[in-house]
């Protein structure tokens, strides 16, 4: 109660920096509802309380009202979070003058708003995990406040809500933890505990007793508190009652060009990069992470893997244009994004045929892709990435097609900073050639230059590398960001090569024997 009167008397309707975005202003009206039936019963709280505290969620959903986010280029998930406050507020305090406008008008547009955002296998239209998570915790309390409502949401809407519950749990690592893609703002929409920015094993549970959806319940899950802080006792029986019928496998996510390989308790994480759309580079106006030519793969540990790729010409004359990452948009001189309709390249497991062959897509801008080949033609691009995981190891191939003398730069994020450039052990080379699939490294890798990554000072994996094309190999400085306003320092490793392409790169991971 103090807290309300302090924030009311520190900051009017539109006074300050707690009144710059519509999305702010929303969720903050969405969580006092929320935290509001948790204390309602309380004998301090009363008739002069509430009577200030609808006067307070009125006067934020009236502002929010004013300034939707729509921004007439794209609406992100700004604008689907400026609905999910009126549509709360609306549900739960009827009273409020505007409240039937708010549930039933502002409800519908939120339900169209989550079937056009919400891709067919489940995934958030703009790319990023940090934003699936929040867009599903604050579906999910729409969806459960209209509810109580008495007004629930269309059941494909509810459809498409359990869509993103359960693509996270398609993602999630062994750890619970799910693999960094797109932007990441550690943003929550139910922070019912506190949850490290890529902690999400508790949302399928949440998701599968909430939706009464067995589909999303993971074998041997437990239920997570947030079961019984939204939803009560009957909220946790019956998710213990639910069959586990959650998907534990491999698994390819077409329209997000995200493809998981499992194996033991081995996980690989590939991701071709998907843009959200010209028109929505140009209104969020962000840095893209990758350019046409780079792409990205998981790789033992949270860190994302690049490829960069700078183009040189063959004859005298100026150097081409740098297509390395960390792309502005509109930024003069910036290379064109990735075509957010490339496909995966297949991804493999080690044994037998792999069920995640996707078909090839059109090539963008009049370019042709030739039959049963995935580059682009001329200019030294890249093709899709082909992987491969296994007991203990993990194996990657880099094509780069096209003509002409190029200077190749393969990356590698390792989320540690004890790293060691040391030549493989003779059991070690033997487990490369052994495990390595036909057609990785003819000649073999260079046992002479690998690199060791140490985890509490103790052997964890080990890179080996080869190439057609001489390289260079080094270790460098470099850091981090697992949430937002987080930094931690790491490692990058950089294979470099020059020459004519076509080029390949091979890249194998071992895990290390450790207590």
């Known amino acids: ?53 609808a006067e307070m969620l009125d006067g934020h959903c009236v502002y929010v009202e004013e300034h939707l986010e729509d921004t007439g280029a794209v609406r992100t998930n700004h604008y689907a979070a400026d609905l999910v406050g009126l549509v709360v507020v609306g549900s739960l305090f009827p009273e409020l003058p505007r409240a039937r406008i708010w549930r039933d008008v502002f409800g519908g547009k939120l339900w169209e708003e989550i079937l056009r955002q919400v891709r067919g296998d489940g995934t958030h239209f703009e790319s990023s995990t940090g934003y699936q998570r929040l867009t599903a915790e604050l579906f999910l309390g729409a969806v459960l406040a ?91 029986e019956r998710f213990d009652l639910l069959p586990a019928h959650g998907h534990r496998g491999s ?67 100026p150097p081409a244009r740098d297509r390395g990452a960390q792309h502005r948009p509109g930024r003069r001189g910036g290379a064109e994004p990735l075509d957010p309709r490339t496909p995966v390249r297949p991804a493999r497991h080690l044994a037998g045929p792999d069920p995640l062959d996707g078909p090839s897509e059109r090539a963008r801008d009049g370019e042709r892709r030739a039959p049963g080949l995935p580059a682009l033609a ?44 040391r030549a493989a052990a003779p059991e070690e080379l033997h487990r490369l050639q052994a495990q390595a699939p036909a057609g990785f490294a003819p000649e073999g890798f260079d046992a002479s230059r690998c690199v060791e990554v140490r985890v509490d000072g103790k052997p964890f994996a080990l890179f080996a590398f080869a190439a057609s094309l001489r390289f260079e190999l080094s270790v460098e400085e470099t850091d981090v960001s697992p949430g937002y306003a987080e930094r931690m320092p790491a490692r990058a490793v950089t294979l470099r090569c020059a020459g004519d392409v076509p080029a390949r790169i091979w890249t194998a991971v071992l895990v290390l024997a450790r207590e």
């Open 146 to 236: 209209a509810r109580a409502a008495g007004t629930p949401a269309p059941r494909e809407v509810e459809l498409a809500v359990a869509g993103l519950f359960r693509s996270i749990g398609h993602l999630l690592k062994p750890s619970g933890r799910i693999p960094q893609i797109g932007d990441l703002d550690s943003c929550r929409g139910l922070p019912l505990m506190p949850r490290g920015a890529l902690d999400c094993g508790y949302l399928p549970a949440l998701g599968a007793a909430a939706l009464v959806d067995a589909t999303l319940k993971l074998p041997e899950a437990r239920c997570p508190v947030e079961v019984a802080w939204l939803l009560g006792a009957p909220g946790v």
């Open 378 to 421: 001329p200019g030294g691009r890249p093709s899709p990435p082909l992987a491969a995981l296994g007991a203990g190891v993990a194996a990657f191939q880099d094509e780069l097609f096209g003509d002409g003398a190029h200077v190749l730069e393969a990356r590698w994020f390792i989320p540690h900073t004890d790293l060691l450039e």
């Open 1 to 53: 109660m103090a807290t309300i009167r302090q924030f009311r008397a520190d900051c009017p309707v539109g006074m300050g920096v707690q009144w710059s975005c519509a999305m702010e202003v929303s969720s903050r009206a969405f969580h006092v509802a929320l935290a509001f039936a948790y204390v309602q019963d309380d004998p301090a709280v009363d008739a002069a309380f509430a009577s200030e505290l």
């Open 251 to 317: 698994v390819l996510l077409r329209d997000a060009n995200v493809a998981v390989l499992r194996r033991a308790d081995g996980y690989l994480c590939l991701n071709r990069w998907t843009e959200r759309g010209r028109r929505l580079r140009r209104a969020r106006a962000q840095r893209q992470e990758l350019g046409r030519a780079v792409f990205r793969r998981g790789g033992p540990g949270p860190g994302p893997r690049y490829v960069r790729v700078r183009a040189r010409p063959a004859r005298a004359g």
